[in-house]
């Protein structure tokens, strides 16, 4: 007997990321998912966020690894919750983490979650963890054909912020066949420039958060 | 372990076997003999792999046995200017019927249980 079927694989997942976004829209909270490979700048591009807010903006972060809080304790130094989520393995976060990893954290009235996804430019791609809005970054270290080979990636982020501009001198990347290859996967995203190092195109970042709220 | 220290189709593959099993209990808990998957070309789902990871987990469990066909979905646009539906090759997302570069996302990143073929009684 066969039986047809138009079953979601991850349905479970997309129960608990809707219920979260629920959450978000119901709090008023604009919750972000950052997604790029290992070194790409994720961790810096947030140090950089959370100094630029003054101490009473309601703002957190989840950030996941594979191991170690390293991350979380780098980001802590700015005076926001932060929690680290340890995934012991998986190479991505899901759902079910972040709902998980909520519970019993005071941040019920937040303006700004950030979610640090795993370094990875492939697994992410598949969970929505109840995000707004996907930012996507790549730095110029990476090479401009990063969105032709990762498409699925590209294509589902809202916005791609282009890192690490300061070592444009050094490297060969081309911005105009990077924007072009961004653009090819997915016409409609926003794209941004910054440097982490230099502050450069920050302003731009800070003001497209603030655009969303 | 398998799960943790897994590529992400094993967790794919994990979810996709817990939906056949939710799918066969409605069913009166027959035995699978076919699960059908549609995966999108724009999934990041590599399909030789999860065809391999759903091999190792359904082993030793009531699914064993069971094949696995999978159907890729490839990625696709629409045109706003011609209405054509038109399949992306090498990212161009230009309509491949009138050119126009005003298009729009249709598919490819679908991951779906397609079908179920059970044993009858």
């Not at chain 1, 961790?43 to 950030?63: M, N, P």
């Not at chain 1, 012991?88 to 990893?101: F, I, K, Q, Y």
């Not at chain 1, 090819?184 to 497209?208: K, Y």
């Amino acid at each position: 007997m066969r039986v047809p079927l138009e079953r979601k694989v991850l349905s479970e997942n997309d129960r608990v990321a809707a219920a979260l976004r629920e959450r978000w829209h119901r709090n008023r909270t604009f919750c972000i998912n950052l997604i790029s490979s290992p070194g790409s700048g994720k961790t810096a591009l947030l140090e950089r966020t959370l100094a630029g807010f003054d101490a009473g903006r309601r703002v957190a972060v989840l950030t996941g690894d594979i191991q170690t809080d390293n991350d979380a304790r780098r980001l802590s130094r700015y005076g926001f919750p932060v929690r680290q989520i340890c995934t012991g393995g998986a190479c991505h976060l899901d759902a079910r983490m972040v709902e998980r990893h909520l519970e019993g954290w005071p941040v019920h009235d937040l303006e700004i979650l950030f979610l640090e996804n795993v370094g990875n430019l492939v697994c992410p791609t598949s969970y929505d963890l109840g995000e707004a809005v996907r930012a996507v970054l790549l730095s110029v270290t990476e090479g401009e054909d990063k969105p032709l080979k990762y498409p699925a990636t590209f294509h589902h982020a809202d916005l791609v912020v282009l890192n690490k501009i300061d070592l444009l001198p050094y490297v060969p990347f081309s911005m105009e066949l990077a924007r072009e290859n961004v653009r090819r996967v997915q016409p409609e995203v926003e794209i941004v420039e910054v440097s982490c190092t230099t502050g450069a195109g920050l302003g731009t970042w800070m003001r497209w958060i603030e655009s969303r709220l | 372990m398998l799960l943790q220290y897994g590529l992400h189709e094993m967790s794919i593959a994990a979810s996709v076997l817990d939906a056949v099993r939710a799918e066969r209990a409605l069913h009166g808990g027959a035995r699978v003999t076919r699960a059908g998957l549609r995966i999108g070309e724009l999934s990041g789902v590599d399909v030789e792999s999860l065809r391999f990871c759903l091999e190792v987990l359904a082993s030793d469990t009531e699914l064993a046995g069971a094949s696995f066909e999978i159907d890729c979905a490839p990625w696709t646009r629409r045109c706003r200017t011609c209405g054509a539906e038109f399949r992306v090759v090498e990212a161009r997302p230009a309509c491949s019927a009138c050119s126009s570069t005003d298009t729009e996302a249709v598919g490819g990143d679908q991951m779906e249980l397609s079908f179920l073929e059970l044993e009858e009684f």
